[in-house]
């Protein structure tokens, strides 16, 4: 028995891990001064709507029953549910997707990592840096990404999209033959959303080179301004080379649920394979489907009542990301983000390392963020804070960075 | 652009979307005779036990809460469930297994499918003919099978353990070296059980080769006779060449929830990697927990209550095979399973092709079954017949059988 030799290419654990570990290692070394504050992992903090919670009640008694007992679910999603997702998030917004593009999932991560499935294993792959590290890791353990140069601290088959201060952080399109771009707007972490031209300029490169774009919209919900756009449907084309993927997790709080969908349009044929046949049979043979009972859960997002309230709490975590923001301001940092996403990306002041960043925050404020460079050269000097964390938390960072 | 091209391989959709596909045809051909009796898919009818539902309002209270609010969950899965399984499953058996061994997942399908990420694409694997498909299929997208020969209805880098009447569905050991070995037990589609000493033959093989196991034992639970062994841990040595994969789908009725469980042991070291480490790896990029409330709903079925009403269903369920076995032996079949496992093995008497056969007693019996050749070449002149139906159904076949 051999293994996949792509994992030994792996140089350090997810980066969530080395944050727990390097705080760990703090603790143990540093008698605790204040309560420390997490802001590193983008984990909601409010609880579930009500609404919601009466659908999981009501789901969870059907199943009790005889009668209306639901065993597996329909293989691409319950109807209930991709319709209430095609008329609210496109067909109310008037964004041409079908009822048979839509794929129910347990969420934008598995979509995410797993869509690479459906790749030829010798294209050639584009990420923006700063990346959401699933975009590689999950090509690095399908032999796409080449080897992990320790200098450069980038893959030697992966073209890099570069986003940072220079660029205003609008990555710049590929200046090579690219297959596919990982695009994540609204983004993390920088918190930089696109503008509809701006978008407009991937989806005109990737139809003149015949390139498809994943295009992931896990916090859509956050959009704010009215020039950016909410689905890259919205595009004129996108139908023609991007698949979209969303989440419940940011916007409902679905992080502990468990559900998100994508959609691949009947219009991406490549090779003579339709992608969302392709898709259809990678999940028939690898997916059971989300449960019932989430999915019951996801349809009451829906629900007038729901859909205020949630965008009621978004528009709480907006406040605060303001407040910190202003407060970051002042104590001297700069900082971007914070508008359209629930991400502030924080540059140090002293362009120390992001590790070296991480410290100083954790040392002076007893803040926990995560260090930029986990998602990419672009990364270094700066830190991701997490706008999703308690009022308290946000209170006393305020406090600290006012008074320190 | 350029897509995976082993997806173009396969000859057949999957064998459930087919089967529907027979039947819309038969019905819009066919006048209705008689109400259609579903016994082709392997999904459960009776519905959650109160506990579990129980369990579910009390989590999902809690998520509405910001003190009892969970977001992601662990990685590996919430203590609260690795540990009931740890001591009911195992412990309590003397079964040796450890806490950090176990990786709760959205189901057993997922694992078996997804476990072949850690392989190397040139290793050998081998399958018992007749095979749950995802083995095979998963490995095809992997570019692990070969090529299709639509003579011999194989894969041509395949290794096929044949289990017919000639061994009494007992496979022979690979004659050829082979890396991993997929064994299904209680087996899907056969219902045969093997034995401890039977079992403890694949480990000992397993060993002297350093081949792995891949053992899926989502049917574990129909396990009647004292000779079954209810783990393959209670062989000797299992421990250095085996992954076990369970599922509480067939047991406490969970194919609509969506949760099972992987037991990857420590001491499975290959090339210098651990196994249990690399799944951790894989399993923090590509996915992000079952749902807290089904995980939560999953530690319900270790109630003691619970545990007791649901050995009453399966007891049930394995009375309704007893009884339509017994039915078909007297109208003529030759008939195996249905003593450890849900499924019956129902041979034709006229030797005619398994998708002849289901033709057959769809228009005798109106009843809908999985033609065997769905699991392999030694599933021709067989079908399956699930029971799981509906005591109505049940009853009704039965009625007929006799009748007709």
């Keep these: 028995m051999r293994v996949n030799p792509n994992f030994a290419k792996f140089k350090e654990d997810y980066v969530y891990v080395s944050v727990k570990e390097k705080l760990t290692q703090y603790m143990q070394t540093h008698p605790p001064q204040a309560e420390i504050l997490d802001l590193s992992i983008g984990d909601v903090s409010f609880p579930l709507n009500q609404g919601v919670i009466e659908a999981i009640h009501l789901a969870a008694d059907q199943q009790g029953k005889m009668d209306t007992f639901h065993g ?11 319709r209430a997702i095609l008329e609210n998030d496109y067909q109310a917004k008037g964004i041409p997707v079908n009822e048979n593009e839509i794929f129910i999932s347990d969420g934008a991560k598995s979509d995410v990592a797993h869509i690479q499935d459906l790749f030829a294993e010798d294209i050639t792959i584009a ?5 959401y590290p699933v975009y590689i890791d999950s090509n690095v353990m399908a032999s796409r990404a080449g080897e992990y140069d320790e200098k450069t601290h ?19 399109l590929p200046q090579q033959a690219v297959d596919v771009i990982y695009l994540n707007y609204p983004n993390n972490p920088t918190g930089k959303a696109l503008t509809q031209s701006e978008l407009q300029a991937f989806v005109d490169y990737a139809n003149q080179h015949q390139a498809l774009i994943i295009y992931d919209a896990a916090y859509e919900a956050f959009i704010q301004s009215a020039e950016i756009p909410r689905s890259i449907y919205t595009c004129q084309g996108a139908r023609n080379c991007a698949i979209e993927i969303k989440s419940f997790s940011k916007s409902a709080g679905f992080t502990g649920l468990r559900l998100g969908y994508m959609i691949i349009p009947e ?27 989430i999915q019951k859960a996801g349809q009451a997002v829906y629900q007038p009542r729901v859909k205020a309230e949630i965008k009621a709490n978004i528009q709480h975590y907006l406040a605060n ?3 910190v923001k202003e407060s970051l301001i002042e ?24 590790w070296a960043f991480f410290e100083e925050l954790l040392n ?17 000097n700066f830190v991701r804070l997490s706008m999703f964390a308690a009022d308290g938390i946000i209170d006393k960072l305020i406090k600290r960075l006012k008074e320190l």
């Design 72 to 82: 597996y679910s329909p293989k691409k999603g319950h109807p209930f549910l991709v």
């Design 127 to 131: 990420v923006v840096d700063p990346f």
């Design 154 to 172: 980038r893959w030697s088959r992966l073209v890099y999209l570069e986003a940072n201060e220079d660029n205003a952080f609008v990555p710049n």
């Design 267 to 293: 219009d991406l044929v490549y090779e003579g394979q339709s992608l969302n046949e392709m898709w259809a049979r990678r999940e028939a043979t690898k997916f059971n489907g989300a449960s019932f009972i």
């Design 321 to 323: 990301a303001c407040r």
């Design 331 to 354: 104590a001297g940092f700069v900082v971007y983000g914070g508008e359209n996403a629930p991400y502030l990306w924080v540059k140090s002041i002293h362009e120390q390392s992001s």
């Design 364 to 380: 002076k404020y007893q803040v926990v963020s995560t260090p930029g460079s986990a998602y990419g050269t672009n990364g270094e």
